[in-house]
Nanobody, 120 residues
Framework: VQLVESGGGLVQAGGSLRLSCAAS????????MGWLRQAPGKEREFVAR????????YYNDSVKGRFTISRDNAKNTVYLQIDNLKPEDTAVYYC??????????????RGQGTQVTVSS
């Protein structure tokens, strides 16, 4: 199983990014997929996850209204659209797969991450 994130980079505050995560090694169409992030000096935190149907999503309160998660099961890919970026969004963003939509997210696989840096 391999999860490969892309789309990170350096962006000014107020800008946007679209992160992608391509999964391979098996079919993930019936798995929960989502994103975590880890800022410098902080613990890794949940960002968002999406059910296999794509119809149910769940966000960390801190990103609601600015982050949008989506998926394309035909491509085994999950996306994270990030708008109105803030310096506090600076972190390594990780894709993860597995687990459930309720309760603490106990995913099965996690990618290597993509760096997002927001300048003020």
């Amino acid at each position: 199983v391999q999860l490969v994130e892309s789309g990170g980079g350096l962006v000014q505050a107020g800008g946007s990014l679209r992160l992608s995560c391509a999964a391979s090694g098996r079919t993930f169409s019936r798995f929960v997929m989502g994103w975590l992030r880890q800022a410098p000096g902080k613990e890794r935190e949940f960002v968002a996850r999406i059910a296999w149907t794509g119809g149910t999503t769940y966000y960390n309160d801190s990103v609601k209204g600015r982050f949008t998660i989506s998926r394309d099961n035909a491509k085994n890919t999950v996306y994270l659209q990030i708008d109105n970026l803030k310096p506090e969004d600076t972190a390594v963003y990780y894709c993860a797969v597995g687990g459930a939509m309720i309760g603490p997210w106990q995913y099965d696989y996690r990618g290597q991450g993509t760096q997002v840096t927001v300048s003020s």
